[in-house]
């Protein structure tokens, strides 16, 4: 069993930071935090869930949505399995709520098909007020 949880959500105005942390804990047979993909979606409501920052973290590729490029930041810890997403410059249509996902494998393809992604965690909210 792998669980992810998500914390740092919440209210911030526009331009502000927030910073969103994913903790991993457990462990299947050949899930190596050293070998796996980690990303960041967020989904409003009626909207599809979009792919907004992704991480390799063997080889450390990533990819972000080209509306948060140069205003988010995805890293991880594997000393402790966290993967932050840092947000900067917020604006109001980045709210969301923000779910973190991971792969048992290091995905090769589209870093954002979310078939590739074994584990969820439950989602945070963040709103970003004008």
């Known amino acids: 069993q792998v669980d992810l949880v998500e914390t740092g959500g919440g209210s911030v105005q526009a331009g502000g930071s927030l910073t969103l942390l994913c903790t991993i804990s457990?462990?299947?047979?050949?899930?190596?935090?050293?070998?796996?993909?980690v990303a960041w979606f967020r989904q409003t409501p009626g909207q599809e869930q979009e792919g907004v920052a992704a991480?390799?973290?063997?080889?450390?590729?990533?990819l972000y949505h080209h509306s948060v490029e140069g205003r988010f930041t995805i890293d991880h810890d594997a000393a402790v399995k966290t993967v932050t997403l840092r947000m900067s410059n917020l604006r109001p249509e980045d709210s969301a709520v923000y779910y973190c996902a991971a792969a048992n494998m290091l995905i090769m393809g589209p870093l954002f098909d979310t078939r590739f992604y074994n584990y969820w965690g439950q989602g945070t909210q963040v709103t970003v007020s004008s």
């Open positions: 457990g462990s299947v047979p050949g899930f190596r935090f050293g070998r796996i993909t």
């Open positions: 991480l390799n973290t063997g080889d450390l590729r990533t």
